[in-house]
């Protein structure tokens, strides 16, 4: 497969102007340029540049509306609800990441409701964020149904991711973002448009068979970690995302990859919790984190995702040519 290269910089100048031409607003391209980028850096190849066709074709046709604008209702003291309105995610999580921050470095709490949103990416990404305001993060999303529940083949719930994120006392702070599935269905749909097999694990065809086609693994299920526990905490993810937020159960969200059906409807929901003794908790957290460093064989949740994002921005992100191909023919067709 060739790749080229390309600075973190100019790919989300090429992301924005690719969106811009697919009748999206100057401000949401840019903050979806910006998590695509973020995502690709991170080594999280689905939710990157792999995602800038489907989200260009779903704005031209009106499945998810590019001028949207998201708007925010306050529930209770440190509760707020942010509507997307059927347009991306992360101009809707840009809003309630700025309102969390703000509401719980004064309360020490607030939850963020995120409903008719669209497909969130990397929820790392997201999570860093709060964790960088000296906050304790965390994020679940539903999406489309992809996992049966243990014992049916029939999928219910989306790859429900879950992520957590807290500040530490020096560099950056310790997250972990983790499908419920083996793998995240990004890095199905990134095979498929690779022209690549998977690996035999991650899924399985219509029938309920392992497969290593790609294809059939789209039209049948991901295998969920911990095989029931699996299904059981995307149950709670389901909960708190979708029944929660008032948005679309995973089996009633649309596909995140084709441009035709309904808008998406999808659900977030996010906590931000604030340390009541600030310092002090970062200070009894690096014990415990250098003590699984410094373990043989064992690493601490993220690492990989922090290297490869040092050398993103040291090098550059070296991104499969015909990915970028698209990107410029997009942004040319203005």
């Excluded at 709060?130 to 539903?142: I, K, Q």
């Excluded at 429900?160 to 990004?186: E, K, Y």
């Excluded at 373990?295 to 995702?305: I, M």
């Excluded at 922090?306 to 050398?311: G, H, L, N, P, S």
């Amino acid at each position: 497969m060739t790749t080229e290269t390309i600075s973190i910089a100019d790919a989300e100048s090429l992301i924005s102007m690719a969106l811009l031409a697919s009748d999206v607003s100057k401000d949401n391209a840019d903050s979806v340029a910006k998590a695509l980028v973020a995502a690709e850096a991170e080594g999280q190849v689905g939710h990157g540049f792999s995602r800038l066709a489907d989200y260009a074709a779903q704005a031209r046709s009106g499945k998810v509306q590019g001028h949207a604008r998201p708007s925010l209702s306050e529930t209770g003291s440190s509760a707020a609800l942010i509507d997307a309105h059927n347009g991306f995610a992360f101009p809707a999580l840009d809003r309630a990441v700025e309102w969390g921050i703000s509401t719980a470095t004064e309360t020490g709490t607030a939850s963020m409701s995120v409903t008719s949103s669209h497909h969130c990416g990397a929820l790392s990404v997201q999570v860093e964020r709060l964790a960088e305001a000296g906050l304790v993060g965390m994020m679940v999303a539903n999406a489309p149904a992809a996992i049966a529940p243990w014992g049916s083949n029939t999928p219910m719930f989306g790859t429900n991711p879950i992520a957590f994120a807290a500040p530490r006392a020096a560099g950056p702070p310790l997250v972990i973002d983790l499908s419920l599935s083996r793998v995240a269905r990004g890095k199905v749909m990134h095979a498929k448009k690779s022209g690549q097999s998977i690996p035999e694990g991650w899924a399985l065809d219509s029938d309920g068979n392992p497969t290593t086609d790609a294809d059939a693994a789209l039209a049948g299920s991901m295998v969920p970690i911990g095989e029931a526990k699996g299904t059981a905490l995307a149950l709670v993810v389901e909960i708190l995302s979708a029944t929660f937020t008032s948005a679309n159960p995973s089996t009633g969200i649309s596909s995140f990859f084709t441009a035709d059906g309904p808008p998406p409807g999808a659900g977030q929901f996010l906590l931000a919790l604030k340390p009541h003794d600030g310092p002090a908790f970062t200070a009894r957290l690096e014990p415990l984190l250098s003590m699984i460093a410094g373990l043989e064989g064992a690493r601490l949740p993220g690492t990989r995702r922090i290297a490869a994002r040092e050398t993103a921005q040291r090098d550059g992100l070296t991104v499969p040519k015909h990915y970028l191909d698209g990107a410029r023919d997009l942004a040319a067709s203005a």
